[in-house]
Nanobody
Framework: QVQLVESGGGLVQPGGSLRLSCAAS????????MGWYRQAPGKQRELVAT???????NYVASVKGRFTISRDNAKNTVYLQMNSLIPEDTAVYYC????????????????WGQGTQVTVSS
């Protein structure tokens, strides 16, 4: 019923930029927060950035000053602007949303996108 669809990944050279998008659709009662995680080969999934419905943001230290998370509440969409990319940013990026569906308005659940590959290489 609730679905998160990601887009914007791809191959980019070091120093380049990408913008990821994630749109939540379906019967949604409310969204508390949205964010981005990433997982590189052989490593655990890492929280990259989060944003609340009120606009409060948090970032992992390694991306501060380079990445910017933003949100369009009217479109239920979250974005991740990635600048000055480095090879260490290479990973599958996953969108997440903590939300209440219309049929489960009484409980907040976590939903995940399918992941989008970001590769930073020359």
């Amino acid at each position: 019923q609730v679905q998160l669809v990601e887009s914007g990944g791809g191959l980019v050279q070091p120093g380049g930029s990408l913008r990821l998008s994630c749109a939540a659709s379906g019967s949604i009662f409310s969204i508390n927060a949205m964010g981005w995680y990433r997982q590189a080969p052989g490593k655990q999934r890492e929280l990259v950035a989060t944003i609340t419905s009120g606009g409060s943001t948090n970032y992992v230290a390694s991306v501060k000053g380079r990445f910017t998370i933003s949100r369009d509440n009217a479109k239920n969409t979250v974005y991740l602007q990635m600048n000055s990319l480095i090879p260490e940013d290479t990973a599958v990026y996953y969108c997440n949303a903590d939300l209440r569906g219309s049929s489960t308005w009484y409980e907040t659940r976590r939903y995940w996108g399918q992941g989008t590959q970001v590769t930073v290489s020359s």
